[in-house]
């Protein structure tokens, strides 16, 4: 049968069953009392690091570590944690002499970070905080876990000051060779492109146009000696006709004079007459001969600087041909070295910007390094505590107190449960059995029992 208990019924309970729960209680607590009394008292020492960090002005250098305090300070706990800190600290203040012994130096590191505890205090300290037995231990730990990290510490800013500083020496070695190749490079292509460079595009367009006016020169002088070539041209036949006019007419003359000189005397009118027509005839004949030798030697002349002005012209053709083509290839070209040139600039500034970057490494690193021991410094050092941080002995008292009670009140509970006395009507209507016999309440002792069946959880069954 199950049972269902109210309030009143359960405090009556309580009441019946009260020295139970308190001998149990008693117990309990005097048990728990006598462990924690023996409970080993353990220590806390903390060590309050401030970080003290560099700040040169902006304008003048910029800093080669540039991490910021929370950066810093949340990496703190893992160089407290690394293991050769923790080994330092182990082998000079011989921490865990059994643990070493038993498991090695590992094993002790681990014990050692188990026990400390790294915080932050704020934006610009961390505090380390050591747990021992022996108070003085504490405290002398804490005080060298400190100590350890700010000399470790210099250690760390020291190299990354030189390898900063090594780093930007190597990048600058390395542009300047990669410039000195971009250099060779771009005078080497100016050197097979020295015809097509666009800084001769200027030249070659006056070069251009002198050509063009040479042969428009040439041009105009070959029409003229060819129109004085054309008007010789026409005379040849004329000049011929004259002289030989000329020629017969003299002829005739001297056939005259012959006659006239055989049948007269030379002071004769006729002859005389004959003789000076004969002279100017042969005269006339000598100015149409010289005519005619300068109008052939003219003409050759002409001939000759029509020639030439034509095959001038033909090499101011092709040289203009020739320019035409290299203005034509300049832009190509222009826009290849272009490139390279680019590539230079880009590699000069690079280069600017690694030179400058070094100095301002070397300024910064000579800064920090005088700087750096005054960075991280012990602002509070651990002291001996006086009293034990655990365990919290009122308050496992008062834990030990409750659970004792909770215990003694359980055990109450199970006995009640366990009971299969009646102790109401209720509970006897309740098994539908009938009733032989009434017993009339009873005021003495154990008058709240009403029936008792001591094989009713027999006949349930």
């Not at 002790?108 to 610009?124: F, K």
């Not at 542009?175 to 070659?204: H, V, W």
């Not at 009122?394 to 009640?416: K, Y």
């Amino acid at each position: 049968m199950e049972r269902t208990y109210t309030v009143d019924e359960l405090l009556g309970a309580v009441k019946r069953r009260w020295r139970w729960m308190a001998v149990v209680a008693v117990a309990v607590f005097a048990v728990a009392a006598l462990i924690i009394a023996r409970l080993p008292g353990e220590y806390r020492a903390r060590a309050l690091v401030m970080v003290e960090p560099l700040h040169p002005h902006p304008d003048l250098v910029v800093p080669v570590i540039s991490r910021t305090l929370d950066e810093r300070v949340k990496s703190v706990r893992s160089q407290v944690y690394a293991r050769q800190l923790m080994a330092t600290a182990i082998e000079e203040l011989k921490l865990y002499p059994q643990a070493r012994e038993k498991d090695g130096m590992d094993a002790a590191v681990e014990a050692l970070r188990n026990d400390t505890e790294v915080h932050g205090e704020g934006d610009d300290a961390f505090s380390v905080t050591v747990r021992s037995r022996d108070a003085a231990l504490a405290a002398k730990t804490a005080n060298r876990l400190a100590e350890l990290f700010i000399e470790g510490n210099l250690q760390v800013r020291a190299g990354q000051v030189a390898r900063t500083r090594e780093v930007i020496t190597q990048q600058l070695a390395q542009m300047r060779a990669e410039l000195s190749r971009s250099e060779a490079k771009i005078a080497a292509f100016k050197r097979a492109n020295s015809t097509t460079l666009p800084e001769l595009n200027e030249a070659r367009m006056r070069e251009r146009d002198q050509l063009a006016k040479q042969i428009e020169l040439e041009t105009g002088f070959v029409q003229t000696a060819q129109q004085r070539m054309d008007l010789i041209g026409v005379l040849p036949a004329g000049r011929e006709t004259e002289v030989g006019r000329i020629e017969q007419q003299v002829d005739d003359l001297r056939g005259k004079l012959g006659t006239v000189r055989a049948a007269l005397t030379p002071e004769h009118p006729d002859v005389q007459a004959l003789s000076r027509e004969l002279g100017n005839a042969q005269a006339r004949l000598e100015q149409a001969r010289a005519r005619a030798a300068a109008n052939d030697l003219e003409l050759r002349r002409m001939t000759d600087a029509v020639g030439r002005g034509r095959k001038s012209i033909a090499q101011y053709q092709a040289r203009m041909a020739e320019v035409d083509k290299l203005i034509a290839a300049a832009p190509l070209t222009a826009t290849q070295l272009a490139e390279l040139d680019r590539d230079a600039e880009m590699l000069k500034v690079k280069v600017g910007s690694l030179v400058s970057k070094k100095a301002e490494a070397e300024i910064t690193a000579e800064l920090e390094a005088k700087s750096a021991p005054s960075e991280f410094r012990v602002l509070e050092s651990a002291t001996t505590p006086g009293l034990p941080a655990s365990p919290n002995r009122p308050q496992m008292l008062l834990l030990a107190l409750l659970a004792a009670v909770a215990l003694g009140s359980a055990v109450a509970v199970g006995q009640e449960l366990s009971d299969r006395t009646l102790r109401s009507e209720e509970e006897a209507v309740s098994l539908a059995l009938p009733v032989l016999a009434t017993v009339p309440r009873l005021h003495a002792a154990g008058a709240g029992r009403v029936l008792a069946l001591p094989a009713m959880q027999g006949e349930q069954a």
